[in-house]
């Protein structure tokens, strides 16, 4: 119950999930290559591809981090409709349900902002586009257009780990109870 080690530990954990991202983006630029080649894994087309691309990439994020900051902010418009039609002291259970759509909505724009950032990688590797600001705005335009398929799927894969938690938190609190009773 170290202070100071808890403010070490979380800034260390922050910049592994940064890095990681970081050589994920690298990564993918390559396994994209070799997919919109259509044939299998060769090493020279996914190293050079992941090298080719990672630049481009990493444009890519620049540009999108105002859309990061539009969609990530859709948790607040709770806030606004709550102080509205509620005023500054609501009562608790407004308070405790309101909280949970701050976070449905923080999740839906997390979600929204990885849809629209795959995509423009996408775009970018298959079509060859180096002006970034193309590719996203392409990429945004794509997945409105098609928000039922696209979110259809992304919702499926978040829906099926959230499944995946419950059930292991099951699992897990039946094999602490029956530790605690024996």
Known sequence: YNKGATSAITGIIIISFILCWIFS???SGGA???YSVGRGYDAPLFWSGAAQNFGRFI???????????????LQF???GFRRLFFGSDP?????YWGEWIKVG????????????FDYARIYT??????????SIWRAIRFTFKNIGLTFGLAFILFFAGAVALV????????????TRLN
């Open 25 to 27: 983006l690298f990564l």
């Open 77 to 79: 418009i709770e806030t």
């Open 32 to 34: 994209f290559s070799v």
């Open 105 to 116: 909505l923080c999740y839906l724009g997390i979600l929204l902002f990885g849809l629209v």
């Open 91 to 95: 009562y608790e259970n407004i308070i």
């Open 59 to 73: 444009r890519l994020l620049l540009y999108a981090l105002p859309l990061f900051a539009i969609l990530f902010s």
């Open 125 to 134: 590797v298959l079509s060859g586009e180096r002006r970034m600001r193309y």
């Open 167 to 178: 059930i292991y938190n099951l699992i897990a609190d039946r094999d602490r109870k029956s």
